[in-house]
């Protein structure tokens, strides 16, 4: 049995509930009662995921992540990633209906690039979102800590190792900090969305804790070509209390 993260997405049937962040849900009864409608030509609402809110202000995180950069990677970005993914579930003929984001990603092949580049687009955005916090957190306490002190030296050498991995990803892609398959954290960082869930497609496959995105649209209007400014300043800016309850998930 894989771990499972906090970051669970279901998707939605037509304009629904949000059952949990990452779970696109399936509403049984709208669907069933919409098969029995005697409406000829209407159809079940499609499964959707849906953006949660962001839960700050898009100018909450300036100056160092700035307005502008969040509204058009939030409000642009992340939805187009939603909206192709839904289109990709939509295209799968109800093979991925009800399934939670979660599971599906461990799912995929290589060569299932819609859902792979969508479905991690999602999914990467959402935690990136989540464990971003206006002015920042306290550095990590308590048990998260100890096993960052205890997999990496120190918490300095995890945020130097972390910095590291995504300053060297060539192109796009994330730095993360993972749980791994044999439990232990580690630094990993991957290419375009893939994401650690991936398990079939990934290097070091693992749940996420904390996912940095380093595309040059996560930082190009304020920092140009200038990626290490701007990695210390996500780093400046990362809610440790929700990568520690990241870390405690089971
Ligand atoms: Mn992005």
Redesign the pocket.
């Known amino acids: 049995m894989k771990k499972r993260t906090f970051l669970k997405l279901a998707g939605t049937a037509g304009a629904g509930m949000l059952i949990a962040p990452f779970v696109g849900c399936g509403t049984g009864d709208a669907r069933t009662q919409e098969r029995d409608a005697p409406v000829k030509g209407m159809k079940p609402k499609p499964f959707l995921f849906e953006q949660e809110a962001l839960g700050y202000g898009f100018d909450a995180l300036a100056p160092r992540i700035d307005a502008a950069t969040m509204e058009i990677?939030f409000g642009k970005?992340?939805a187009g990633y939603v909206n192709k993914l839904n289109k990709a579930i939509g295209a799968a003929n109800g093979a991925y209906d009800g399934m939670e984001l979660v599971d599906l990603l461990g799912t995929l092949q290589p060569d299932q690039t819609a859902l792979r580049n969508n479905g991690g687009g999602h999914y990467n955005?959402t935690l990136y979102w989540r464990t971003l916090t206006p002015g920042g957190s306290p550095e990590p306490a308590g048990a998260l800590r100890e096993e960052l002190e205890s997999a990496f030296g120190s918490v300095g050498a995890f945020t130097e190792a972390f910095a590291t991995a995504g300053a060297k990803r060539f192109g796009s892609g994330w730095a993360w900090l993972i749980r791994n398959e044999e439990g232990q954290l580690e630094v990993t960082s991957t290419p375009n969305q893939d994401n650690p869930l991936m398990s079939q497609i990934v290097d070091r496959p693992g749940t996420p804790l904390l996912g940095m995105?380093v595309?040059e649209?996560?930082y190009y209007l304020n920092y140009q070509n200038r990626r290490k400014a701007y990695i210390s300043a996500f780093m400046s800016l990362v809610n440790w209390d929700v990568v520690a309850v990241n870390a405690s998930a089971q």
């Open positions: 990677h970005h992340h955005h995105d595309w649209h996560a």
